[in-house]
């Protein structure tokens, strides 16, 4: 991997944990979630007409993987509500991981080597410790958290296969910001206009550093993935966890024990030895 592209995906996660740090500070987290989405649907919208249309075999994988989306974003405002982002960031982006390599095994007839299964038994020790260190009234943060790792992986499973149909990542990709985005709003302008236009004007402009922040990312992570290994990008993005374990605590002021900061290492790099094995 080139120094370029090395600082092209710890750029991609960065950004990934920034915009993730933008609804967790926002005052009304649901319509900021709204604002990011709407803001990388109207990116797509204005980019999609100079790329070639995705294959028909990939459109009802981009159609599922917008409804995961969908309720991905759902669960993220909800469970920023309550819990910190410093636990609950590393259990949903280092759990989906292991619940894809899990899938893959039990439902694919894939195999684990001795590494992956390292890494599959530490993020697991991770995620416990992460549960165990936190306050009773957070739990129910903690459990959606864990909920929504179940949704990454889901649509996580499904471009796997929808972009490799399509004929054209890009374009794939873009459509299912696109459908995501579009629902939102709607739902927004139609049924909550009085407060969403208003909150609009005021915060129009994390909106549109999320939006661009969560297509950035994943964008840069695609063009990483093609002059370096897939798994190598995959592994190295992974250090998001320890980047929105940073921001919560130095910007957002969480307190982060030793016992959290532990947990987040253990799943980050356990996260980073699964994606390698």
């Known amino acids: 991997m080139s120094i370029l592209v090395f600082a092209v995906v710890i750029s991609a996660a960065l950004l990934h944990a920034t915009w993730n740090a933008i609804v967790k500070s926002a005052g009304d987290k649901y319509l900021t979630t709204i604002m990011v989405t709407t803001a990388a649907a109207g990116i797509a919208a204005v980019l999609l007409p100079f790329l070639t249309a995705p294959a028909r075999a990939s459109w009802p994988y981009a159609g599922w993987s917008a409804l995961l989306q969908i309720a991905y974003f759902l669960l993220l405002a909800r469970t920023y509500e309550l819990a910190d982002m410093s636990q609950t960031y590393p259990l949903m982006r280092g759990t989906a991981p292991l619940l894809v390599a899990l899938v ?18 530490g993020i697991s020790v991770g995620i416990l410790s992460m549960t165990l260190s936190s306050q009773l009234g957070r739990r129910k943060g903690i459990y959606l958290a864990l909920l ?118 253990i799943i980050a790099s356990s996260a980073m030895i699964l994606r390698l094995a």
């Open 104 to 121: 893959t095994v039990f439902q694919m007839g894939d195999s684990l080597s001795v590494m992956a299964w390292i890494g599959v038994i």
């Open 148 to 265: 929504n790792a179940f949704v990454i992986a889901g649509y996580t499973l499904v471009d796997g296969t929808g972009v490799r149909r399509s004929g054209s990542p890009a374009a794939y990709t873009l459509w299912v910001f696109l459908l995501t985005g579009l629902p939102f709003a709607i739902w927004a302008v139609a049924g909550r206009r009085t407060t969403f236009i208003p909150y609009v004007a005021r915060h129009w402009r994390i909106g549109i550093i999320g939006g661009v922040g969560t297509m950035a990312s994943y964008g840069l992570a695609l063009w990483a993935m093609t002059l370096a290994p897939i798994a190598v990008v995959a592994a190295l993005r992974e250090t998001s966890i320890l980047f929105a374990t940073l921001i919560a605590g130095l910007v957002l002021k969480e307190h982060i024990g030793t016992r959290r900061i532990i947990a987040a290492g």
